[in-house]
């Protein structure tokens, strides 16, 4: 079976500051890993997602992940942020053998001035 | 490019009564999926469709919950009878495949069970 962790459960940041929302997986088999964004009030949009290759993996708005399989974690990240990345972040997996995503309990980020 | 439609957006029932969700995906994606998300946790899948079959239903609560897929497009998800700990939000997303295919969700239904 697989399994996510979200460690954070909140991670408050100053705007321009450099942020690292982490997540952990658990699975015994090759995994796809995912990065959704959940804004008030909204559905999940996919931020980026490792499914093999370079390791280190570019999204939208800027946001990063790097997949390590050593360490079987696959932290996002963002240099510098602004107030409108506020929002609740969710860490997902899957793999060849289910195709139903597995989702992190989320990871609420807080921008402000 | 029309996104996944939700209807209702939110409703409030008593226990005991029943309530019924429609997801309209986006056109030409073959795969569906309900989710409910209780508040402070992440999505949890509840059903999956593929065209109008389903892949996997192992965390649907049978007694209560049900869902269709009508023709392949359309879908509904229905609880008869609401318990208080169904309070939560209902996400239909859908994708062109599964596996890796990226899934796109609806706004969601948030239910309230009195």
């Known amino acids: 079976a697989q399994s996510v962790t979200q460690l954070d459960s909140q991670v408050p940041v100053f705007e321009e500051a450099p942020v690292e929302l982490r997540c952990n997986y658990s699975?015994?088999?090759?995994?796809?890993l995912f990065w959704y964004v959940q804004y008030p009030n909204q559905g999940l949009q996919l931020l980026l997602k490792?499914?093999?290759?370079?390791?280190l993996v570019k999204g939208i708005n800027g946001f990063e992940a790097e997949f390590n399989k050593s360490q079987t974690s696959f932290h996002l990240r963002k240099p510098s942020v602004h107030i409108s990345d506020t929002a609740e972040y969710f860490c997902?997996?899957?793999?060849?053998?289910?195709?139903?995503?597995?989702f992190g309990t989320g990871t609420r980020l807080q921008v402000t001035l | 490019e029309a996104g996944v439609a939700q209807s209702p957006r939110y409703k409030i029932i008593e226990k005991r009564q029943s309530v019924a969700f429609w997801c309209n995906p986006i056109s030409g994606h073959a795969t569906l999926y309900w989710y409910q998300q209780i508040l402070g946790q992440g999505p949890k899948l509840l059903i999956q469709f593929q065209n109008n079959g389903v892949v996997d239903d192992s965390q649907l609560p049978k007694d209560r919950f049900s869902a269709e897929r009508l023709k392949g497009v359309d879908s509904t998800l229905k609880i008869q009878p609401a318990k208080l700990e169904d309070s939560a939000v209902y996400l239909c997303?859908?994708?062109?495949?599964?596996?890796?295919?990226?899934?796109?969700f609806g706004p969601g239904t948030r239910l309230t069970v009195l």
């Open positions: 997902a997996v899957s793999d060849w053998t289910a195709s139903k995503l597995t």
């Open positions: 997303a859908s994708s062109f495949g599964t596996h890796t295919d990226t899934q796109y």
């Open positions: 490792y499914l093999s290759g370079s390791t």
């Open positions: 699975s015994s088999v090759s995994v796809y």
